[in-house]
């Protein structure tokens, strides 16, 4: 889910890569992922493409799914998130980003992007670009989180304005990941989906129940855009930031957070 602009990712820091693969896969992204294959269903011979793979949250399952005689391509911009994945087995994988894919037209039998579209500078030429590779009768399946916030990110961000504008971080995230609330509503998926001359459109949302321990929860959370946002406007205060947030949620939560986050799958196919 790593598809985004420039060196400003903090996904190209080998820190942030590495929290993201011992946290926030397991923990955020592979239920998602794994059921994004599922209601997409590839074939046990079908040419896939993976794209923002990121550590792998999607790959895995896919491969998989299409068995030794299919094929998955991982792509990602990010070599330090690619590196995870190279490390989990043989898998094909390549330093590559939308829309401007290393591929020919009518490659793939099916496309998966997990929490990606979000990412898009300009989310209808990247799903164009999706389905130029697409062939005719291939489905692509992405996904994206509904907006509502969690009782603990939402406590999180009130301990973050007692330090900086709420506007600021909001803004600096939006540009990072400018269609985090676009995508929130499913029916956006479908008129971008109908704008790419996609059918058989359907999404669905899915509830996902997720646990962490308070301190893993907060290191997930300065991991995130959100989180090198805010270190990047609260600067040299940035370590009395970490010490306060780690008090308010002990005293608010104990020693561990349960939530649930809701999910949009959204799958359309190419037509013949």
């Not at 896969?25 to 599922?38: R, Y």
């Not at 491969?63 to 998130?81: F, L, Q, T, Y």
């Not at 962490?212 to 959370?221: G, P």
């Amino acid at each position: 889910m790593t598809e985004v602009r420039g060196r400003s990712s903090p996904y190209h820091e080998a820190e942030v890569a590495a929290v993201y693969d011992r946290l926030a896969l397991p923990i955020q992204f592979a239920a998602p992922a794994a059921d994004l294959v599922t209601v997409v269903a590839p074939a046990a011979d079908a040419r896939v493409l993976d794209v923002g793979a990121g550590t792998g949250a999607v790959t895995v399952p896919a491969k998989a799914a299409v068995g030794k005689c299919g094929v998955v391509i991982a792509i990602d911009p990010s070599p330090e998130m690619l590196g995870h994945l190279r490390a989990k087995g043989r898998h094909h994988v390549a330093v590559a980003r939308v829309p401007h894919l290393p591929f020919s037209d009518d490659t793939f039998d099916v496309i998966l992007a997990s929490f990606v579209v979000s990412h898009f500078p300009d989310y209808r030429s990247a799903i164009a670009e999706l389905a130029r590779v697409l062939r005719c009768g291939g489905r692509i399946g992405l996904t994206a989180w509904e907006t509502k916030p969690t009782a603990p990110a939402r406590f999180w961000r009130q301990q973050a304005g007692e330090f900086v504008r709420l506007g600021d971080l909001d803004e600096g995230f939006r540009a990072v990941i400018p269609w985090d609330e676009f995508f929130a509503d499913p029916q956006n998926f479908r008129r971008a989906f109908a704008e790419a001359g996609l059918t058989a459109i359907d999404v669905v949302s899915r509830q996902y129940q997720q646990s962490a321990t308070v301190a893993d929860f907060l290191t997930l959370r300065e991991s995130a855009v959100e989180g090198r946002v805010l270190r990047r406007l609260v600067g040299k205060r940035w370590e009395e930031f970490r010490r306060h947030v780690r008090e308010a949620f002990a005293r608010e939560f104990g020693e561990r957070v349960e939530y649930t986050r809701g999910v949009n799958i959204a799958v359309a196919t190419k037509p013949v």
